[in-house]
């Protein structure tokens, strides 16, 4: 079968890798360099190396806890039993993950996970090192890779999926596929703060909704708690916390415990409220107390973090870091199976692009890289079987309320804000609006203002011709989706958190 996958994360290259070995003619298109994005950014690991006080029943239990009651407990069942598997390949395929002297995998812990299961590589270089293995899989390989190639539009007849439209290298390009597997990440460049590389726009969902897929759950879009409040986005894990370190606010109190009784280890949709709204009545933003861990143990185990820290001028083995949440994770993205099928024949979606079910309304900690690996797999097994009759008719309903007019009856607040700046359209204005309006902390005129707003800039005539544009369009696209899809929620759960008085989010300096 002639397979295209668009995307070249942990997703978008296991599937290409096991579509390969299973006899398939692969091309990967990918809008960077091969192994461009999210995966490489990755601090927190693979969630899954299991103790012997621990299980995948336990692990599926943090998930589901971690979810809001949101996960599909099915989808989440074949996530947990997948990840023996998905780390032994991940090994396989020459990713060397940390072990203690006496070679023993090390097993690190993190926010909502009740056991240490997290495999690391390279200290706190996890997604680095996964991106290496694959890439160079990929191109030991006879995998076709086309680089600097943005996916403009799926090919779509007879109700199926037929091929892909790409600007590559600038040029429209035609491509044939019986099968198309989406694997662009996910959208994080909505936000004025993001801990998403450039290019993280969301490309592959707004393609899906175009071509009708169902798509779900934008409103979902998890805030890391912990980015490095000074200069430009810079996580810091969420396993420094895993490891001991505190949050604290400027009298030195460790406040999130008023917010849930794990504190710091609360589900990261908790803590990163708790630190949004700490800051927003001290005026200043909270900080990360790691001092307690030593110099030793932060530079051996985080090198990446203390290399960054201390280049922004901060000593974190002798002084706390100050951090403020920022845009990480969509949970939502295109409906899928657990084969990763979406609702057109012949269109398949993995990662952060999917909507599997796996992270209901806020994913656990290092669950995303698992997701990837497990769902990849998954995906490219599939390719051959006969395409089941139930998926076809289902449709977008989704792209069908962001289309429709609005119903604000629903919304449980009234004092609507009116719409009154009129000024065009510009990316930077879009993630504004975004992180002001339809962000961490929301209220129903913010978001009734953000419909309202992108409303008006949909409308403004545009013609796209650069990357850039057609980025933009689909950012516009999925702003409207993500903010009618949380009007249309009208309780907070998960990330998805409404609020009657809009409270600021301190910004990164
Ligand atoms: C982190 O290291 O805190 C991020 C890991 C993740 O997003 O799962």
Redesign the pocket.
């Known amino acids: 079968m002639n397979v295209v996958v668009v995307g070249s994360g942990i997703a978008g290259l296991t599937a290409a890798l096991h579509a390969y070995e299973r006899g398939h003619s692969v091309t990967v298109m990918t809008k960077g360099a091969l192994g461009d994005g999210c995966t490489g950014y990755?601090?927190?690991g693979v969630a899954g190396l299991y103790g012997p006080d621990d299980s995948p029943a336990l692990h599926a239990a943090d998930t589901l806890a971690a979810a809001a009651g949101l996960a599909d407990a099915a989808a989440v069942e074949v996530l947990v039993e997948g990840a023996g598997a998905g780390i032994a390949e991940l090994i396989m395929r020459g990713v060397a993950f940390d072990r203690s002297a006496d070679g023993i995998p090390l097993r690190g812990r993190?926010a909502a996970h009740s056991r240490a299961r997290i495999v690391h590589a390279g200290g706190?270089a996890t997604g680095a090192a996964i991106a290496r293995a694959l890439v160079s899989a990929t191109r030991a390989s006879a995998i076709t890779v086309v680089e600097q190639a943005f996916l403009l539009d799926l090919v779509v007849s007879d109700g199926s999926v037929r091929g892909t439209r790409m600007l590559v290298d600038g040029v429209p390009t035609h491509v044939d596929a019986e099968a198309v597997v989406l694997a662009t990440g996910g959208a994080g460049h909505l936000y004025a703060h993001t801990t998403n590389p450039e290019g993280t726009t969301g490309d592959g969902i707004a393609a899906a909704l175009r071509a009708g897929a169902d798509v779900a759950d934008l409103e979902f879009v998890q805030f890391?708690p912990?980015i490095l409040a000074a200069g430009p986005a810079f996580?810091v894990?969420?396993?420094v916390r895993g490891e001991g370190a505190t949050l604290i606010d400027d009298d030195g109190r460790r406040f999130t415990f008023d917010s849930h009784p794990d504190g710091e280890l609360a589900p990261r949709d908790v803590v990163a409220r708790a630190i949004a709204r700490c800051a927003a009545e001290q005026g200043s933003p909270m900080r990360l107390d790691a001092t307690m861990l030593g110099a030793e143990t932060l530079r051996d185990r985080f090198p990446t973090i203390d290399r960054v820290t201390r280049e922004r001028g901060f000593d974190w083995a002798h002084a706390p870091i100050p951090v403020t949440p920022a845009a990480?994770?969509l949970m939502g993205g295109i409906v899928t199976d657990v084969d990763g099928r979406t609702t057109i024949p012949g269109l398949f979606a993995v990662g952060e692009t999917a909507r599997t079910g796996v992270h209901g309304a806020n994913?656990l900690?290092?669950?995303?890289?698992l997701e990837g690996a497990v769902f990849g797999a998954r995906a490219a097994a599939a390719l051959a079987l006969p395409w089941p009759v139930e998926s076809r008719a289902r449709r977008s309903t989704i792209a069908a309320r962001a289309a429709a007019p609005q119903d604000d009856s629903a919304v449980p607040f009234t004092d609507t804000v009116p719409f009154t700046d009129t000024a065009s359209f510009t990316r930077a204005a879009l993630q504004r609006l975004m992180w002001d309006d339809v962000g961490l902390l929301r209220t129903a005129e913010g978001l009734r203002r953000a419909r309202d707003t992108i409303a008006v800039w949909t409308a403004q005539p545009s013609s796209a011709r650069t990357v850039a544009d057609h980025e933009d369009a689909n950012l516009l696209l999925l702003a409207a989706t993500t903010a009618s899809a949380a009007l249309d929620r009208t309780e907070s759960v998960g990330s998805h958190h409404l609020e009657t008085t809009a409270a600021p989010v301190l910004e990164i300096a």
């Open positions: 990755a601090q927190g993190e706190d890391h912990t996580l894990s969420e396993a990480h994770y994913r900690a290092s669950n995303s890289l």
